[in-house]
């Protein structure tokens, strides 16, 4: 089954609001990253988030790693529509031996 | 543009042909990556090189092969596919590790082959 959750799967957005999408796993993950794909596009990396609890930001993105390293979150502010697209995330444990994707968040705004 | 080119980027094929998906990268990396996206599905790890060595072969059918000659090129050799393999291919790079370390290096993606099987 699938090792890396990520809810919602779409993301209907007003222009202007804030979002936050979420990603899930059952073990302990090594490090997370997330990747941003364009419609029509490529996935492109983010960010990479390793310590427990850590928080980055980068201009409106806020990236949290949970405290038990099982869960993280992306969360947009006042929503633009170049931010449309689809965002994944990938973890990584000892046991898995690589990174694992999860299915992605298709985020769509409406002006 | 991030460094990493494939071609072509669309190709149609029926099931008894051969076919090769070429993917360089400009970036000075040491490990490749292929990966195949569906639809509504994750992202699925095929092959990995690290430093021209495969260390990830994850479960693919043998009717794709991959080869790495250097550290700069990747080639997928597609052969007798089926309609269920059409899907968008995509080549990444990052730094090259030790052991897997590669795996918390960045990756790099391509613009991808759309691949459809007839």
């Known amino acids: 089954g699938q090792q890396v959750m990520q809810i919602p799967q779409y993301q209907h957005v007003q222009e202007g609001e804030d979002f936050t999408t979420y990603c899930n796993s059952s073990t302990t993950l090594s490090n997370i990253q997330w990747y941003k794909q364009r419609p029509g596009g490529h996935p492109v990396f983010l960010i990479q988030?390793?310590?427990?609890?850590e928080v980055k930001k980068q201009k409106r993105l806020t990236f949290q790693f949970g405290e038990a390293k099982k869960n993280s979150s992306l969360h947009i502010t006042a929503t633009q529509t170049t931010d449309v697209g689809t965002y994944f995330c990938a973890g990584l444990t000892d046991s898995w031996g690589k990174l694992q994707f999860g299915a992605g968040t298709q985020v769509v705004v409406t002006p | 543009e991030t460094g990493v080119t494939q071609t072509p980027r669309h190709l149609v094929m029926g099931m008894t042909n051969k076919k090769s998906l070429k993917c360089e990268q400009h970036l000075g990396h040491n490990a490749m990556y292929w990966y195949k996206q569906s639809a509504k599905k994750p992202l699925e790890l095929m092959f990995v090189y690290n430093f021209k060595e495969q260390t990830e072969n994850n479960s693919v059918p043998s009717r794709f092969s991959p080869e790495c000659p250097n550290s700069s090129h990747l080639f997928l050799h597609l052969h007798t596919l089926q309609p269920e393999d059409s899907a968008l291919y995509l080549c990444?790079?990052?730094?090259?590790?030790?052991?897997?370390?590669?795996?918390?290096?960045?990756?790099?993606f391509g613009p991808g082959t759309r691949l459809t099987v007839l």
């Open positions: 990444a790079s990052s730094q090259g590790s030790s052991g897997r370390d590669y795996n918390y290096n960045e990756q790099f």
């Open positions: 988030l390793v310590k427990s609890g």
